[in-house]
């Protein structure tokens, strides 16, 4: 199996623009992780899908956050507008059941 | 909410073991992790232990569990330059329905 993939692994913007990070699950996971990772705040979880149904959204620090997923290969975290605080790695991860989650390699976010 | 503690560095020799320990506070743990992640990647699940088990062995490494305390460790024998990277404790915690993850142990192996 190919693993998560995310796209783009890298960004760089400006402050103000919109940023829409991608995300194809492991075949056949029934839930999605979208996570934050920071120096200062560590990993943070930020929402998950299961089913392609959002369950918790707790972790999504503003409104200018949001996540969707379309269909069962498909999710996406959108920020706009983009603000320099928002610069930091976002994984996302998948998993068959809920606990044992596989990561991808993330996507290096900088809002200059 | 819960919560995981972990060491925030260890250096080790090469050829040496390395110890990393965790606590955590969860009651109703099911499954706790041990992530490995290296500079500039993502989180590699290294191996796992159910709640119900002492001991798991897996090549090099060795997790212990000690759930009277909430005491999780992982030993890596025969520490390689390889193995620096940080480790991620997690805890998938019952109540929540979440993985809670440590901050990370910043493993150093010198030669």
């Known amino acids: 199996d190919a693993g998560v993939i995310q796209s783009p692994r890298h960004e760089v913007t400006e402050m103000g623009q919109e940023v829409t990070l991608r995300c194809k699950p492991i075949s056949g996971h029934d839930y999605l992780f979208w996570y934050r990772q920071t120096m200062m705040r560590g990993l943070e979880l930020l929402i998950y899908?299961?089913?392609?149904?959002?369950?918790?959204d707790s972790g999504m620090p503003e409104d200018r956050f949001s996540a969707k997923m379309p269909n069962a290969s498909f999710s996406t975290l959108k920020i706009q507008p983009s603000e320099p605080r928002d610069s930091a790695v976002y994984f996302c991860?998948?998993?068959?059941?809920?606990?044992?989650?596989?990561f991808g390699p993330g996507t290096r976010l900088l809002v200059l | 909410g819960e919560d995981v503690e972990q060491s925030l560095f260890l250096s080790v020799r090469e050829g040496d073991s390395s110890v990393i320990n965790c606590t955590y506070t969860?009651?109703?743990?099911?499954?706790l992790y041990w992530y490995k992640q290296e500079p500039g990647a993502g989180l590699q699940l290294l191996t796992y232990?159910?709640?119900?088990?002492d001991m798991k062995q897996d090549q090099r490494l060795t997790v212990l569990l000690n759930k009277k305390d909430k005491h999780l460790s992982l030993r890596i024998a025969d520490t390689q330059t390889g193995d620096s990277a940080i480790y991620f404790c997690a805890d998938f915690s019952g109540g929540y329905n979440k993985l809670i993850f440590g901050a990370g142990t910043r493993l150093a192996v010198h030669p």
């Open positions: 899908f299961n089913n392609n149904v959002p369950i918790d």
């Open positions: 232990i159910f709640s119900n088990m």
């Open positions: 991860a998948s998993s068959r059941g809920g606990e044992t989650q596989y």
């Open positions: 969860d009651s109703s743990s099911t499954y």
